[in-house]
């Protein structure tokens, strides 16, 4: 029976060409366009460290003076100099790490080739096992290395590539900023998105090329690259090289492995605070916040407005697509009433008129479908080809290719049945008489 | 025209006739918003900087090791440039309009306010205005001797021995007013955190370097610091529009023939910083006249699809109606009325919904009120569109010969 029904429906399509291509290629392209967005909507707001993420905390906690407090108002996004040291020194995570940006100028050790600068982390050695990054060669530096400033530097597939062609050169050197580090370790390629643990130096796309202890990189006056944010005496910010003592402009990361230690940790945050303002460091009551990696994302809104507003209109569009695919189906099939009629009349149960109908329909949305898998595809191309930061991220992954079969099948079956059922009411003793 | 017939009709196509509605509401509704938000963007990109665009061009240069004093290399990467032939002037900032990389600081009216009262962009810098070219409407710029390397101010005021500096400033009008709407700026004090700095001078306009918010845009301030040599400072050179490419290149030459070591980050004409910070902007204007256009094809193929039909199906009544004396021209006003009662309708109810949008997108996004004269904008391109896709078949109906009544089907 299906094989008779697929036949009707393709001659029955065949007869109104222009129409039959009109309905495909409306459902083609909004379902390629919101395959297009969604995915792009899907890959920014995805997790940066799969199965890592849910133990990887970011402390808060407030060290500003009183001037413009508000009540309820959020700690800074970042943390001094001396919280920071203070907070990885007293070790109360399963791991830590204390971190900024850097911009520095490299140079392969034979000086042969011109310097050229680079993303840098200046962070501390759990960085690497604490994150997960993933090590060609060697392996990062301990906390030993840290604290005796150890010029050791760890750098990424691309930079090793540029500099040694790939090969393992750990124990070899090179020099930032002319001073001679020793590579300890050599990154797979490694670039979690969005760059979660500092997103000041752009949220998508970014990766560092040279990892150097932070307090190496401090000693040395390595130039650092973010943001700062001040108070009181450090208002304006503006200072040489680091910002000063009242100002913000590290990250701290910290792994915390059960629910029970996240508690903790959180009221060892508190017991700081109190500790501090005791001291007369800080000025205002413990306020502190300890998000996880995917909260804190959330919470810094990371996906860009334009990326929703985008995905926002391209099912609008899809909708007024199904609209006219569904009133065109219709009309089609209402205009082809007194054939139903004939068959009702003949013995036709409505059911099989309707399974007729809908394979009619339904091969309008499986072609529609597959076409907006094809136009999905180019779409994402197009994405790619774009100047924005996340343009290289937009690729299509197994969920998002089930999700556009799901939203095929949907619109496909949408689309179909409501003119098919619609089709069937017709009786059959008015559709027999001429009109 | 009578109305009656047509109403009739739609009555036994009812289903059909509420999708084609439906369709013409949303497409309404969504062209209505999308309009005004490419309206929103374009505007965002036409932002005056206050400066003289095409006869700037910017470079920033980083060092490969520490320089042992960053401010006399500032100086003498300055002379360096000004050799160059073609520079008219040259200048060191800190942060250039547009330049998305910023410095700013939190602005109050008395050093005890607890809420600082704005927001604005901090430029350093010797001879700024001139070399950007800014206007000045009142007062005076910085005079060279007021600015002061930064290493003198910062430690002047960590100390807390304010008698060396100058504590002056120029502020843009914008600031002015929003500081003391409708009074005098010059010669009043405003605080950066406990700071006190005395408006000298103000300028008709200067943006900030993050100028996302049209609103806060315009709120800069030029304070007298010089910032020495760094990656992050820029040198702003100011030449002849038709030259400035030329310009350029020689000034970077000249930088590298200085000091060979040294690695030049950025080399830009001013249209480029304009082109790169927009860049956004403009691609998402460009794909919100995409969707615009898709959507009125879309729409438009659909009328065109389904009066098709219904002229079809009606051949018979067509042809009777014919053979009773009705004309072609009647026939083809039945068809384009109907259309235009669709139309309307739909575009009644797409006017609600593109209000409904607008206040959903308000309340998720910083988007202003859809003004009232984007409603008609969705109404007359629909009434167009419906009246032109219904055209082809109202005049396909139009030519069936009254005979066609003889006839069965």
Redesign the interface.
């Known amino acids: 029976m299906f094989g008779y029904y697929l036949d009707l429906a393709l001659r029955s399509l065949r007869r109104n060409k222009a129409?039959t291509v009109?309905m495909v290629l409306?459902i083609a392209?909004g379902i390629g366009?919101s395959m297009t967005t969604l995915t792009v909507l899907h890959v920014l707001s995805g997790d940066p460290l799969p199965g890592r993420s849910d133990t990887l905390y970011y402390p808060q906690i407030d060290p500003r003076d009183d001037?413009?407090?508000?009540p309820g108002e959020e700690p800074p996004e970042q943390v001094t100099l001396i919280d920071g040291l203070n907070l990885l020194h007293a070790k109360r995570a399963d791991r830590q790490a204390l971190m900024t940006g850097g911009?520095v100028?490299v140079?392969s050790d034979s000086a042969v080739v011109?310097?050229?600068?680079v993303e840098a982390r200046f962070t501390t050695a759990d960085f690497f096992p604490m994150f997960g990054a993933p090590f060609r060669y060697g392996r990062g530096w301990n906390a030993f290395d840290d604290e005796t400033r150890a010029r050791d530097v760890v750098i990424n597939g691309e930079l090793n590539g540029r500099l040694f062609g790939g090969a393992d050169s750990v124990g070899r050197t090179l020099r930032i900023?002319?001073t001679r580090f020793r590579i300890v370790g050599v990154l797979d390629d490694w670039a979690p998105n969005p760059h979660f643990y500092d997103l000041n130096t752009g949220s998508f796309g970014r990766t560092e090329q040279v990892f150097v202890p932070l307090q190496t990189a401090m000693g040395l006056?390595l130039?650092r690259h973010g943001s700062n944010d001040c108070?009181?005496?450090g208002?304006?910010?503006?200072?040489?090289i680091y910002p000063g003592e009242s100002c913000v402009w590290l990250q701290f990361w910290v792994q915390l492995d059960s629910a029970a230690k996240v508690a903790a940790y959180e009221q060892f945050l508190v017991h700081y605070s109190q500790e501090q303002k005791a001291l007369g460091r800080f000025v205002r009551p413990p306020n502190v916040r300890l998000r996880n990696v995917m909260q804190w994302l959330a919470h810094e809104k990371v996906v860009?407005?334009?990326v929703?507003?985008?995905t926002g209109?391209?099912f609008?569009?899809l909708?007024?697509?199904l609209?006219?695919t569904?009133?065109?189906m219709?009309?089609?099939f209402?205009?082809r009433a007194a054939d139903l009629g004939v068959r009702r009349a003949l013995g036709a149960s409505k059911r099989s008129l309707f399974a007729q109908l809908l394979v009619e329909s339904g091969v309008v949305g499986i072609v529609g479908g597959v076409g907006g898998l094809l136009l999905a595809g180019l779409g994402l191309w197009a994405v790619r080809q774009?100047?924005?930061s996340y343009a290289a991220l937009a690729h299509l992954d197994g969920s998002m290719l089930l999700v556009t079969f799901a939203l095929a099948l949907g619109s496909t079956l949408v689309a179909g049945m409501l003119p098919a059922w619609?089709a069937c009411q017709v009786p059959p003793a008015l559709q027999l008489k001429?009109? | 025209m009578e109305l009656r017939p047509i109403l009739s009709t739609l009555r036994r196509?009812k289903?059909?006739a509420w999708?084609?509605i439906?369709?013409i509401a949303?497409?309404c509704a969504?062209v209505c918003n999308?309009v005004f938000?490419i309206n929103h963007r374009l505007q965002h990109m036409q932002m005056s900087t206050g400066i003289d665009e095409h006869a700037l061009v910017q470079i920033q240069v980083?060092?490969?090791?520490?320089l042992p004093d960053i401010y006399a290399r500032a100086r003498e990467d300055l002379a360096v440039i000004r050799q160059v032939p073609g520079v008219q002037a040259a200048t060191l900032v800190?942060q250039v309009p547009l330049g998305a990389s910023s410095?700013?600081?939190?602005i109050m009216l008395e050093p005890t306010?607890?809420?600082?009262t704005l927001n604005a962009g901090?430029y350093?810098g010797v001879d700024l205005g001139p070399t950007m070219g800014l206007r000045l409407l009142a007062g005076r710029y910085l005079r060279p001797e007021e600015v002061l390397d930064?290493?003198v101010v910062?430690k002047a005021?960590?100390d807390g021995d304010t008698k060396v500096i100058a504590p002056v400033t120029v502020i843009t009008q914008a600031m002015a007013q929003r500081l003391w709407p409708g009074g005098e700026a010059l010669g009043k004090m405003v605080y950066?955190?406990?700071?006190g700095v005395r408006v000298v001078g103000v300028i008709e306009q200067l943006a900030r370097a993050n100028a996302y918010d049209d609103a806060t845009a315009q709120y800069s301030m030029i304070l007298p610091?010089f910032?020495g040599a760094?990656?992050d400072q820029s040198y702003l050179i100011r030449t002849h529009p038709q030259d400035r490419h030329a310009v350029l290149k020689a000034a970077v030459a000249a930088l590298k023939k200085a000091d060979p070591?040294r690695?030049v980050?950025t080399q830009r004409t001013y249209d480029e910083v304009r082109e790169k910070f927009f860049?956004?902007d403009r691609?998402?204007a460009g794909?919100?006249v995409g969707?615009i256009a898709?959507?009125l094809i879309?729409?438009a193929?659909?009328i065109v699809?389904?009066a098709?039909?219904?002229v079809?199906?009606r051949r018979?009544t067509i042809g009777v109606r014919r053979a009773l004396g009705a004309t072609r021209r009647n026939i083809l006003v039945y068809f384009q009325t109907e259309n235009f009662l669709l139309a309307t309708i739909g575009i009644a109810l797409g006017m609600v919904l593109a209000y409904g949008i607008n206040l959903f997108?308000m309340m998720?996004?910083?988007l202003p009120r859809l003004p009232a004269v984007y409603f008609p904008v969705g109404a007359i391109a629909l009434w167009l569109i419906g009246q032109v896709a219904v055209l082809g078949p109202a005049l396909r109906a139009a030519a069936v010969p009254p005979v066609v009544a003889t006839r069965?089907?």
Not at chain 2, 103 to 106: D, E, G, V
């Open positions: 129409l009109l409306a392209l366009a001037s413009g407090q508000m911009y100028p140079q011109d310097p050229f600068y900023a002319d006056k130039e108070w009181g005496k208002a304006g910010g503006v200072g040489r860009p407005d334009d929703r507003l985008q209109l391209a609008g569009f909708l007024v697509c609209v006219n569904i009133g065109l219709l009309a089609k209402m205009r774009r100047p924005s619609r001429s009109n | 196509h289903t059909t999708l084609l439906l369709e949303l497409t969504i999308a938000m980083a060092e490969v090791a520490p800190n410095s700013n600081a939190n306010q607890r809420q600082p901090t350093f930064s290493d910062l005021l960590a950066l955190g406990p700071i610091m910032m760094g990656k070591r690695v980050t860049e956004n691609s998402m794909i919100l969707a898709a959507l879309v729409t193929l659909g699809g389904l098709s039909f219904w079809a199906q018979r997108l998720h996004y910083e069965s089907v």
